[in-house]
């Protein structure tokens, strides 16, 4: 299957800081999406964005699909925005492989 | 109803048992797809339905493993002789569409085998 890797792998920010989460992965894709899975284990679709930039509120998120790499943008992290950031992707077989993810903490 | 729904939370089995996972998708979803998740790790695929039928068990780690969608609805994803490595959250996901856009995933069902 397609290689995910997404760095950093741990992030701790204050709140009101932005970072920046990057996805590179192995082969071309024909679908990559962000999720954010909270403390609780819910993992939430964010953006479905297989080429360009989306934006939706604090977030943004741009996959660059010839160089094989998507980032995701928080803007003035919140306490809400801690847990796991997954990015993944598909190549045709309708299976989404996901990568490691990055781990968020924001304190107060 | 309005979210998926995946029952038990949480399933404690000796070593060797059976267990049956069961996900209830949002009604009318077309897509029905379940995960495994180790501890600290992301999701890994495990098979696909598409209304009542199995287009993709490509994941499912042994023939131990099994699941099944007969009426196109409620989903149950069965284990036979567990054991300790299938300890994981199994994930399901639904989507309305015959795609992976706009997944919405259940809360899982955390497996401890003992």
């Known amino acids: 299957g397609i290689q995910v890797e997404q760095s950093p792998p741990d992030l701790i920010l204050q709140e009101g800081a932005n970072s920046t989460l990057r996805c590179n992965f192995s082969d071309s894709v024909n679908n990559l999406q962000w999720f954010h899975q909270n403390p609780w284990g819910q993992l939430i679709n964010l953006f479905y964005?297989?080429?360009g930039t989306k934006q939706n509120g604090r977030l943004s998120a741009t996959t660059v699909a010839t160089e094989r790499y998507s980032l995701l943008y928080i803007s003035s992290s919140q306490t809400t925005d801690s847990g796991v950031y997954f990015c993944?992707?598909?190549?045709?077989?309708?299976?989404?492989?996901f990568g490691t993810g990055t781990r968020l903490t924001v304190i107060p | 109803g309005a979210g998926v729904s995946q029952s038990p939370r949480y399933k404690v089995a000796k070593r060797g048992q059976d267990v049956a996972l069961r996900c209830d998708p949002i009604s009318g979803h077309v897509s029905l797809f379940w995960y495994q998740q180790a501890l600290g790790q992301g999701p890994e695929f495990l098979t696909y339905?598409?209304?009542?039928?199995?287009?993709?068990k490509s994941g499912l780690p042994s023939d131990r493993f099994f699941a099944e969608r007969p009426e196109g609805s409620v989903s149950t994803l069965k284990i036979q002789r567990t054991q300790q490595e299938d300890s994981a959250v199994y994930l399901c996901a639904s989507s309305l569409f015959a795609t992976n856009e706009k997944l919405f995933f259940g809360s899982g069902t955390q497996l401890s085998v003992l």
């Open positions: 339905f598409q209304n009542e039928a199995q287009l993709d």
């Open positions: 964005i297989p080429s």
């Open positions: 993944a992707v598909e190549n045709g077989a309708n299976n989404l492989f």
